[in-house]
């Protein structure tokens, strides 16, 4: 197989075993969290960024894709199938649904740019999603051998009037029906010119399809080793790419989904773009207070599910990056003759250094702290021995910002408590010993040591965006943005491998990669507003770079955040409309995060956080947490510029 770095390889693969191969159970598990029955009961609109899963999800629930992964034997398909079963996906031995996926783009849109009122749009828009699906179901299940004759339809109790309208008791006469349907439909889509409403409405009879309130299930027969004859699969429609439908179409579309009499599963697969900002807001809102309960986000009928979010826990999305990138490498020969199984593995954590010379300035600028301050000898000995290093730069960096901190801070308030104890009748000061004074930095402030690796990156070009959990953290939980970034480290990789050298990426090589790349890719955005986005991203990142070099790291490693005042958020979708659309989109394609209500310094803020990409290129932390201070207005005035 080619590089599958190179591309969305799942979206491009069309031999389902293959891909099964390349799919990772891990991400799985974000998705089905919590009840996973709700998702096959009601609408759910699955929101999610570019390449954040939203396909690959949706050819995972094809019935072809699951017969496959019940037959095959590897070690992925076993993980995967073990998923699914505890997702209720599957049961042991046979699928549970039978899904169509209906791209938006399969004439959908067209339908709502004919001349007709929207009533009459909505009716031919209906008709045919139904029996694209019904014929799309049928299909499904000839291509895994199962004989026509031999498929039933199960219809709901109390609809026989119905069934027999749409033929439903004679599965062929019902596949035929469905045929003249989308045949009469597609004749009014592609006509030069279409007919006149007129001429449509008085054949409109001919033109209606309503299957969805009356399929409940499909019976085949059942050739597992099971007791029932017969297996009952569940209908599923998946449209995906809704967000190319049109605005109006698209909420015609959810209202009508959204109805109770439905047994079918549904799911629209959307980008944010589709979405109103305040709908996703809320959405983003639940999410992160952990209250996406079954039916909390909007209602008993519809349910918004994120796929992606950034979680204050980074192992998890780790872990699926860990999982992803081994499933990617296994598939390159060059990588499997080497016998190299994992990407971390290649990626060297050893940090490198910077040079002599500036170690040496960094040296004469501590001794000169040290000189100004004019500290007791055993508080110089007391911040010198609490940090975890050997005397390195980082170990210097360090010790800088404590002198630093201990610069600003005033007598009263030292931090480190002491005891005058006579001693031949001269007072001693000796500082008194506590178990919390044991502790290293490293213990008590873990952060405060990347917080001068930073520092010395912005000073002296010391490498820092390098190991395969920061790789991980600066891909903001996106898969397609981790795949993106991951191979620009395969790339470099390849080449070793072709030069006959080891496969392995020091410090300097990874951070350059990475540096690059991620450039490269914020310079090619070219979705709406981008313009406006890259100067609201710029203004974050400056106000983050001078709060995060000041001489005493005031929050340890640094800021990649600006919060404003959470009540300046409330009235933003009908005062500030141009900057709340640049705001959608800066969400929609992982240039900024959204964390409202983030309770801090006794104030409720909201915070605008930068994603990975910017992170990088501005050289800031991957950390959460720190923010700069400001409002509304500062933001308003960054775009407006």
Known sequence: ?????????????????SFVSLTSPAPLKLFFENDSSVLFDRLITVIGTPGSGK???????????????????????????????????????????????????????????????ENLRSTLLRSFVQAKATLGWIRKLEKVEINISDIHIITKEGSETQSILLHAVNTLEFRQYARNVEEQILRVITSLLP?????????????????????????????????????LLKPMLIIDDAHELHPVQFQDLTCWLKSREMKIARWLMTRIDAISHGDFRKALIEADNDKSRPGATIGRDHIFKLMQRERKDRKTFR??????????????????????????????????????????????????????????????????????SKPDDRFLATYRILLNREKKRSPQNDIFAFTVE????????????????????????????????????????????????????????????????AGALVDGLETKLLRGKPAKLDAKEQHQLLTERAAKTIKEWDFPNSEAVKKLVAFIANKCIARTLEPNAPLDDGANAFGI????????????????????????YNALTLIEHYECKNKTWCIFELGGLPSIVHRLTLNRGGFCEGHLSDLLGAINQ
């Not at 197989?1 to 069309?14: G, H, L, Q, S, V």
């Not at 079963?85 to 046979?94: E, L």
């Not at 990347?450 to 990156?457: N, R, S, W």
Request: proline content about 6%; hydrophobic content about 35%.
């Open 1 to 17: 197989m080619d590089n599958p770095f190179k591309k969305r390889a799942t979206e491009f693969i069309e031999d389902p075993a």
């Open 565 to 588: 005042p959470q009540q300046e958020m409330y009235e933003l979708q009908s005062k500030e409309p141009a900057f709340a659309n640049a705001l959608h989109f800066a969400l929609a």
């Open 319 to 388: 872990s699926i990056a860990r999982d992803i990138s081994k499933q990617y490498i296994q598939q390159m020969q060059s990588f499997r003759r080497k016998g190299i199984t994992t990407l971390s593995d290649c990626l060297s954590s050893e940090p490198i250094q910077i040079s002599k010379i500036d170690l040496s300035k960094l040296q004469k600028l501590v001794n000169q702290l040290i000189a100004e301050i004019s500290l007791p000898e055993y508080k110089i000995i007391k911040i010198r021995d609490s940090i975890p």
């Open 55 to 117: 396909t690959t999800l949706a050819r995972l629930m094809d019935i072809e894709t699951l017969f496959i992964l019940l037959r095959s034997n590897s070690q992925n398909s076993k993980s995967l199938r073990t998923a699914l079963v505890d997702y209720q996906v599957i049961n042991s031995s046979n699928p549970r649904f039978l899904s169509y996926r209906l791209p938006s783009s399969s004439n959908l849109r067209d339908i709502w740019e004919l001349p007709y009122s």
């Open 422 to 485: 006579p001693s031949d009748g001269i007072p001693a000061l000796e500082p008194v010993e506590t178990e919390e004074d044991d502790k290293k930095i490293s213990d008590k402030k873990p952060d405060l040591l990347k917080g001068a690796e930073i520092q010395l990156m912005h000073e002296y070009d010391r490498p820092f965006f390098y190991t395969f959990d920061r790789l991980a953290d600066a891909s903001s939980d996106n898969i397609e943005q981790f795949i993106n970034l």
């Open 195 to 231: 007919p006149s409403e007129a001429e449509l409405l008085d054949s409109i009879s001919n033109l209606r399809f309503d299957a969805f309130e009356v399929i409940e299930s499909f019976s085949i027969p059942n050739n597992s080793e099971q007791d029932t004859n017969t297996l």
